[in-house]
């Protein structure tokens, strides 16, 4: 995969960290904050970001995600009009859009 692609997920809402070493720490703690099916996870936004001295915002399904740059695990990235890092491994069911 590369760089400038997009994305979309119709399963979860995705966790935007604002920094790559906020998402690190995050999902070093716990593999929730990778994602959260079903319901926006408001509580655990507010948690995070309160945790990791960070701002922690959420993409909803079927939002396109457009991919600045992958660094493994880690992706930086533009939701809307958030830009943040996201943790790409875990059941995202992340789906490429063709061009």
């Not at 992958?70 to 943040?84: A, Q, T």
Request: hydrophobic share 45%; aromatic share 14%; net charge positive.
């Amino acid at each position: 995969m590369t760089n400038n692609q997009f994305f979309i997920t119709d399963k979860v809402f995705i966790f935007i960290y604002e920094t790559k070493e906020a998402a690190t720490k995050a999902t070093a703690s716990w593999a929730k904050a990778i994602a959260v099916a079903n319901e926006p996870p408001l509580i655990w936004i507010e948690y995070w970001s309160k945790r990791l001295n960070s701002r922690v915002t959420f993409s909803t399904p079927n939002e396109p995600i457009f991919v600045i740059k992958k660094d493994e695990d880690y992706w930086h990235v533009i939701i809307g009009e958030r830009v943040g890092w996201i943790v790409s491994r875990g059941p995202l069911g992340l789906k490429e859009i063709n061009k």
